[in-house]
Antibody
Framework: QVQLVQSGAEVKKPGASVKLSCKASGYTFTSYYVHWVRQAPGQGLVWMGV????????RYAQNFQGRVTVTGDTSTSTVYMELISLRSEDTAIYFC????????????WGQGTLVTVSS | QSALTQPASVSGSPGQSITISCTGS?????????VSWYQQHPGKAPKLMIYEVTKRPSGVSNRFSGSKSGNTASLTISGLQAEDEADYYC??????????FGAGTEVAVL
């Protein structure tokens, strides 16, 4: 069965970086895009970026340009999302989700990873 | 890219129908039939309810339907049930390989 399993919770200090993982299984890894979405406590969903694991092309939301990097490892069917220069407002649950090229609709989601940024 | 506009909350009695709007612009909702809708219960990951404006994934109740007119997409829930109480988010392609979510709508079943 399709699964996206994310890495565990992180606690970071302001200014630090965090790198989260999302391991895919149950489908052909290179046939689906993987997106990252975050949700601050009590807030809505925010799209961060996407990678096409077949080739590694990435796109990022303007609000995260320069701070976020998404990479993929086809040998382990894992996608990574690194966010640098963390600030308290980055405290959120981070989800990965897969989507076909068309349509780009998220049919499977990871369980989410809580990142807490606090001094 | 600003979030798509959704009402903060919508409520209805069991058995009633409710509609959630999602207003964007000619750069996103108005230009592409790539609007999807997600249901999120507290503490859970979102669930795909509608894609490509009107299509329902296998396993999603036919009480959920989607539509679009101009720059506004809509999700209608008919025969409202207690289990429909959740947050709902629209999501749209916004061109140049970018995407945007709606601000979210809390649905209450009275």
């Amino acid at each position: 069965q399709v699964q996206l399993v994310q890495s565990g919770a992180e606690v970071k200090k302001p200014g630090a970086s965090v790198k989260l993982s999302c391991k895919a299984s149950g489908y052909t890894f290179t046939s689906y895009y993987v997106h990252w979405v975050r949700q601050a406590p009590g807030q809505g969903l925010v799209w961060m970026g996407v990678i096409n694991p077949s080739g590694g092309d990435t796109r990022y939301a303007q609000n995260f340009q320069g701070r976020v990097t998404v990479t993929g490892d086809t040998s382990t069917s894992t996608v990574y999302m690194e966010l640098i220069s963390l600030r308290s407002e980055d405290t959120a649950i981070y989800f990965c989700a897969r989507a076909e090229d068309s349509p780009q609709a998220f049919d499977y989601w990871g369980q989410g990873t809580l990142v807490t940024v606090s001094s | 890219q600003s979030a798509l506009t959704q009402p903060a909350s919508v409520s209805g009695s069991p058995g009633q129908s409710i509609t959630i709007s999602c207003t964007g612009s000619s750069s996103d909702v108005g230009s592409y039939n790539l609007v999807s809708w997600y249901q999120q219960h507290p503490g859970k990951a979102p669930k795909l309810m509608i894609y490509e404006v009107t299509k329902r994934p296998s396993g999603v109740s036919n009480r959920f339907s989607g539509s679009k007119s101009g720059n506004t997409a809509s999700l209608t829930i008919s025969g409202l049930q207690a289990e429909d109480e959740a947050d709902y988010y629209c999501f749209s392609y916004a061109g140049s390989s970018s995407y945007v979510f709606g601000a979210g709508t809390e649905v209450a079943v009275l």
